[in-house]
Structures are given as structure tokens and as C-alpha cells.
């Protein structure tokens, strides 16, 4: 059996370990938490390295986009070094192919007018496919990554400014300790409203769930969230709040869709590659014979 284990920097009480088949090939798939415990972290790859077939990095980004541009935050690099016999994959490979196609399969069959909705994507250069398959519908979208990322209460609101900003400071910014940008261990498990105007305003709320989950109202009444990660907790909290509709990328296991990074593992490990030997249309070959489709749940009719 094939062995997929992320580990992330994300609280342990998201841990979910599922049995599955993928083209035939028996996998088991697996998330770890170490609640924010840097030591924690590069442990677990060390244990695991050469036992497992991939290693997905959660609950942090190794490389950001933006512009056509890579940027790597230095801190994860050394984290990520530990793994010397295991490939590792961020998810990277993914937010630039089906994410793109999810925004593009949503538009072309008509789930979700996007070309006419206000969207927030909470945070751009960290879902780059995404950002750049939205903004080509012609969808109003609001770029959150100074207010979510960084705390600074400005809203891009076109691309042009997100890689004007992102020119400027990302080369700072991948210079500083992952957990001041983005929530890491226990904050992961607290919520606190936060830029409650911009989720009222948008139709559509985008990108990576814990930052969505963050900061989001109490009040989410009629809105859709498109997104990736989400537990069966999750899923409950949502429709508490209002949302009409829930959309994720990846594919759901036992109540549970797991992240990116975890579902790029499970790609390289099919294809037998190094993950640096894969391109674009390498990851959609793949997802095609796999069939994999967004999943879509309406929560509030």
C-alpha cells in the first residue's frame, strides 16, 4: 500500500488517516498535526523519511506566486530539508492546475455565475491559480492578502495591484517566520471576526480555509465558499452561519477533503516522477483519468 502523509503546522485536532483507491492503487492518506511546534514539524520528517511514498507540507506554504514569479519562504526550505529520501510537495502543483480548472469548470457549466459575482479571495498569492482563473471570468474580486496575511487594511481589487504589491514585498515577506503571516496550531481553532464588510459584500468567498475560517462573521447568509480543506466540523460550522453553498477542490474522504498539498502527494506517488519532473499538463493527465470533479454541497436551500 502506498503511504501519503502531510505534515502539517496546523492544529491536531484536524488529524484524519483514510484508506483509498486511486487508479487501482491501494493508498493510505494522512494528515498530522503539530500545533504550531517547529521542532515537531521537522521530527515527524525525519521518522517518516524513506517510510513513506510522499510528504505533503500543511499548514504553510513553501513557495508563493505572483506575477509568473516564484517565491520561497526560507524558513519551511530548512523545515523541509530534513526529508532527504521522501519526495516533499506544497501544493503548489495543484493550486496551479485543478484550482485553476475548478474556477474554469464552475464558469464554463454554469454552477456559479462568477463573471457576475463580487468574490473575495482571501489571500491571492497563495492561491495563484486561482486568482488568475478568476480574474480572466471578468469576476469583481476583492484580493485580501494585506488584510489577511499581513494585518494592513487595503483591498486590491485587480491583479495589476496584487503583483505590484507582491513585487515589493515578498521578497521581505519569505524572509519571515511562516506563523506571523498565516494561522498556524491552536489559532487555528479560534475564530474571530474580522474585515466583516469585505465577506458582506462578496457572493463568493476564496481560497484557503483557514484564513477564511479566521475571520469569518457570524453571519454568512446565502454566500458560497470555494475553497479546499474542510472537516466534517467545518462543514457544520458553515451551515450554522447561513452559507448556501460549499465548493471544494479536492476530493472528499469520509466526510473530509484534504488539502492540496496532501492530493499533489498522491499525483507524484501515481506518477512514479520527482515532483520537479512534472509539469502543468502532468497533473491534469492525471486528474483526468481520475475524474476528479469540484464537490459541491448546498448547506442552506
Not at 31 to 52: N, S, Y
Amino acid at each position: 500500500m502506498k503511504r501519503v502523509t502531510s505534515i502539517s503546522l496546523g492544529s491536531s485536532l484536524r488529524n484524519k488517516s483514510v484508506e483509498a483507491d486511486f487508479l487501482g492503487e491501494k493508498f493510505q492518506i494522512e494528515r498530522v498535526g503539530t500545533d504550531g511546534d517547529l521542532k515537531l514539524f521537522q521530527k515527524k520528517l525525519i521518522e517518516l523519511d524513506g517510510k513513506v511514498d510522499a510528504f505533503g507540507l500543511g499548514g504553510t506554504d513553501m513557495y508563493i506566486y505572483a506575477a509568473g514569479k516564484r517565491y520561497t519562504f526560507r524558513q519551511i526550505e530548512r523545515l523541509a530539508a530534513a526529508a532527504v529520501k521522501t519526495p516533499v510537495v506544497d501544493g503548489s502543483g495543484l493550486k496551479n492546475t485543478l484550482e485553476r480548472e475548478t474556477v474554469q469548470y464552475l464558469q464554463r457549466e454554469g454552477i456559479i455565475d462568477l463573471a457576475h459575482s463580487k468574490v473575495l479571495l482571501v489571500c491571492a498569492v497563495d492561491r495563484f491559480g486561482m486568482a488568475e482563473a478568476l480574474d480572466a471570468t471578468g469576476a469583481s474580486v476583492v484580493y485580501g492578502d494585506l488584510m489577511f496575511a499581513v494585518g494592513v487594511p487595503i483591498a486590491l481589487r485587480s491583479m495589476t495591484a496584487v503583483n505590484q504589491a507582491a513585487r515589493v514585498l515578498l521578497p521581505l515577506i519569505v524572509q519571515l517566520p511562516f506563523q506571523w503571516l498565516y494561522p498556524t496550531g491552536e489559532k487555528q481553532n479560534t475564530i474571530t471576526p474580522k474585515w466583516t464588510s469585505f465577506y458582506d459584500e462578496a457572493d463568493v468567498i476564496a481560497g484557503d480555509f483557514p484564513y477564511i475560517r479566521r475571520y469569518m462573521p457570524e453571519n454568512l447568509a446565502g454566500k458560497t465558499i470555494l475553497t479546499n480543506t474542510t472537516t466534517a466540523e467545518d462543514v457544520l460550522e458553515l451551515t450554522k452561519r447561513g452559507v448556501k453553498t460549499l465548493i471544494t477542490t479536492t476530493p472528499q474522504f469520509e466526510g473530509r477533503s484534504f488539502g492540496t498539498n496532501v492530493m499533489e502527494g498522491v499525483l507524484v506517488t501515481l506518477s512514479g516522477r520527482k515532483p520537479e519532473e512534472l509539469a502543468p499538463k502532468d497533473y491534469m493527465d492525471l486528474m483526468a483519468q481520475l475524474n476528479w470533479k469540484p464537490r459541491i454541497q448546498t448547506l442552506n436551500s
